[in-house]
């Protein structure tokens, strides 16, 4: 899955010594939305990504199409085809390659994956009330607030609501669709 900037791909040979190394990173740390109750170690991070034979979770690095620099994972867990419906889950560890739009395509490289490949219905996520850029992208994206876990993040002494987010198919195709007209029309 190949975009303009970022590519989603397998593990490779080093990755996961750098996702152990990364996962120190308290700023980084303090993004991820689900507990981390024990470090990974590098087999933990080898484990995770080599799982082939789940129909439930895909793990993908993230990588510059520039230069394949490993700049993050993403995944999306907790797929269940019954009922269509999986969770996305990003990181993108050094600040230096946040706010460059990797993320975002990242997002929609994985949500193309969801929905055209997989067949999926909808997609979910859940982001920490305080990152206020995560909360904008995901919305840019056509995210949908679907609820909030009040109060259920504790970061520096305070208490913030955990906000679960909802993107439908339909919802997807017609923002892609936008996309493209837009593009047609820049190009016109």
Known sequence: MRGKEVYLAELRAG??????QWQWDEAFMQGISEDVFHPFNIDDWEKMFSDTMSNEDFYF??????????????????????????????????AENRGKGYGTEAIELLLAFAFDHLGLHKVRLSVHGFN?????????????QEGVNRESVYKSGKWYDQID????????????????RRFERDLG
């Not at 206020?132 to 949908?144: D, E, M, R, S, T």
């Not at 987010?165 to 493209?180: H, S, Y």
């Open 15 to 20: 990755d996961s010594e750098l996702f152990a």
């Open 61 to 94: 690095t993230i990588r510059r199409t520039m230069n394949d620099q490993l700049i993050g994972f993403i995944s999306l867990t907790n797929v269940y085809f019954k009922n269509r419906h999986g969770a996305i889950g990003i990181g993108i560890p050094h």
């Open 132 to 144: 206020q850029k995560a909360l904008n992208v995901y919305k840019k994206i056509g995210f949908v």
């Open 165 to 180: 987010f909802g993107l439908l198919q339909t919802e997807w195709r017609i923002n892609e669709n936008n996309k493209i």
